[in-house]
């Protein structure tokens, strides 16, 4: 995944105020404590569970319990990439 390796450029975190409530959902293991800590290091605020007040869900692909909700309630759903 692109997100852990090495990048030329700076890490950035997401503007002060923005509000950022992140949840993630179908990764796992190592991989998604990384996305976890990811989160925390652009300034997010990571959720473990998906309410209707996330600003995003982190998604590996269009599956997983939370997929469906997210979608239904318009939370945006992007992949650890974006």
């Not at 652009?42 to 996330?54: C, D, I, M, R, V």
């Amino acid at each position: 995944m692109i997100a852990f390796k090495p990048q030329s450029w700076p890490l950035r975190r997401f503007a002060p105020g923005a509000r950022m409530d992140i949840a993630v959902s179908v990764y796992a293991g190592a991989e998604r404590a990384g996305v976890v800590a990811l989160v925390g290091a652009l300034g997010a605020t990571y959720t473990p569970k998906l309410t209707k007040t996330n600003s995003h869900l982190i998604c590996r692909s269009a599956g997983g319990d939370k997929y469906p909700k997210a979608v239904r309630w318009g939370v945006r759903v992007v992949t650890a990439e974006w």
